[in-house]
């Protein structure tokens, strides 16, 4: 049985109506925190808070703007939320590019915003986003996701020397490709790419950097995030943890 170690703890989960999201939503709940899921997919999001006995916050985080006065009571932030699109840089839709940005990249800068003075009043916090091995390492095709991805990072680091003094750790999960519908997603698209058919992009192109020739399931991402939240964790901040089956060890 998990440890009831965040009792009373408020988790705010960004995408947390599929894939990873869902699975730290879990975790979460299942450590005793209460779980608010933020998902643009309002009614997937009400189904599985209703499971979990947690919130729903039905947010569009490519509506930046809506966010600049935003106050957000969570003891713990998960940002997760993201998209993908494939595409050679030359090709690539600037509206496209622009819209990455904004929901992988703005949207944490002005959440993490949001919650930090409630943190800081409290003296306790925890900061956990979901980045990738794109946030450490480049992937042709990826401008937009890579470069979110590696802004992450950065604005990960300085809320962890921020918020050190004050009880709030930052940290990033850097996992390799996941099975998520996000993933499953850029199937199609990479086929194209690379001139292969559909059944062999996994293998070919998503694990072929990867030691351990599988994907990644979204509960062990979730497993970090929550020992990253636990009282064990206290002195991890500012630091990136890849599970990339060795992909980033290249």
């Known amino acids: ?15 947390g109506a599929s894939g ?21 997919n309002r009614s997937a999001a009400e189904e599985h808070a209703a499971a979990l006995g ?11 703007v809506a966010l600049d006065d935003l106050t957000l009571e969570a003891d713990i932030l998960v940002n997760n939320a993201g998209i993908q699109r494939v595409s050679p840089i030359q090709d690539f839709a600037p509206d496209d590019f622009r ?25 306790w916090g925890r900061i956990i986003n979901i980045s990738s091995v794109h946030g450490l390492r480049a992937s042709a095709y990826k401008s937009a996701y890579v470069a979110a991805k590696h802004g992450l990072e950065g604005l990960s680091k300085v809320t962890a020397l921020e918020g050190g003094p ?10 390799g490709y996941v099975r998520t519908p996000l993933v499953e997603k850029q199937i199609a698209d990479q ?12 293998e070919k192109v998503m694990l072929t950097e990867s030691a351990i020739k599988r994907l990644v399931d979204p509960a062990e991402v979730a497993s970090l995030a929550g020992w990253l939240a636990s009282p064990h964790a206290a002195m991890v901040t500012g630091a990136s943890y890849t599970m990339d089956g060795g992909w980033s060890s290249r």
């Open 1 to 15: 049985m998990t440890e009831q170690d965040l009792t009373g703890r408020r988790a705010v989960i960004t995408g």
């Open 20 to 40: 990873i999201g869902l699975a730290c939503a879990q975790e979460f709940a299942s450590r005793g925190a209460r779980v608010v899921i933020a998902d643009v």
């Open 54 to 64: 947690g919130e729903v916050w039905s947010v569009d985080l490519s509506d930046t």
């Open 99 to 123: 819209t990455v940005q904004r929901i992988m990249l703005e949207a944490p800068f002005l959440l993490i915003r949001a919650a930090l003075p409630g943190m800081y009043e409290r003296g």
């Open 166 to 175: 004050h009880g709030v750790t930052s940290n990033c999960i850097n996992p």
């Open 191 to 202: 086929a194209k790419l690379h001139g292969i058919p559909e059944n062999e992009v996994i």
